[in-house]
């Protein structure tokens, strides 16, 4: 799941205003935000290496250190500890918790398979990304409307003021991660649109994600905050 995680740190930055908006969006990424970390380091490969062949159905990576269920015991405790430090709050720290927690069970309904701790371990998640990823893009996209729904009407109840375009610019954040799902779900976009091959030394996968999940942590730091409150 890309847009969907995002969606938590926003309830979590509505409900618990001590914490940091940045810090919940980071914190509700962690996993695949380590991903892309333990990829460089060689822990995690991810095929296929070309971003214009990769596609949900054909994305092939044992994440075993950053969304594996024993590591996830290790991160729960370290989430903790950072958001009690950075805080100086526990209850921060426990949201912490929720959000990694919130994480991993929105990949098992909604992601790669996961598993206890590795290939030949018992498995944690449907698999929906290679099964049936139209499925898994689906159950994320209700899942996203549901909690923005929930989100601004939560905000509405505070009093809280949003202009159209700013709404606008928020819900088109994860449209378009949900679009962008749906683009490569099953097709790549060498295939969509005739691409030949070539390697200009950046078209590799790992980047490209990069820039996307860092473009919309970007833009919803920066338009959630813009808002009036009625005095």
Known sequence: MLAGHFTTALIA???FQKGALLYFLIISQ??????FTFHYL???PTDPSDAFDATLHNM???MLYSHDLLPL????A???SIGKLLFKSTQIGLVSMAL???HFVLDFLSGHMHHLFGANTMEAGLGLYASSPYLAIFIEAIFSIVVLWYFFREEA???IIRTTKNKTAIISVFAYGIVFMLLIATRSFRDLFNIPEFDLGFNTNMPTLIFTYGTMLYCLNYFVPKFKTIK
């Open 30 to 35: 962690l996993q695949d935000l380590l991903w």
């Open 73 to 76: 015991l290790f991160w729960l």
């Open 60 to 62: 092939a990576v044992d």
């Open 13 to 15: 930055k509505q409900k």
């Open 78 to 80: 370290f989430v903790f």
């Open 42 to 44: 060689g822990l995690e």
């Open 157 to 159: 109840k505070k009093g």
């Open 100 to 102: 990694v927690s919130i």
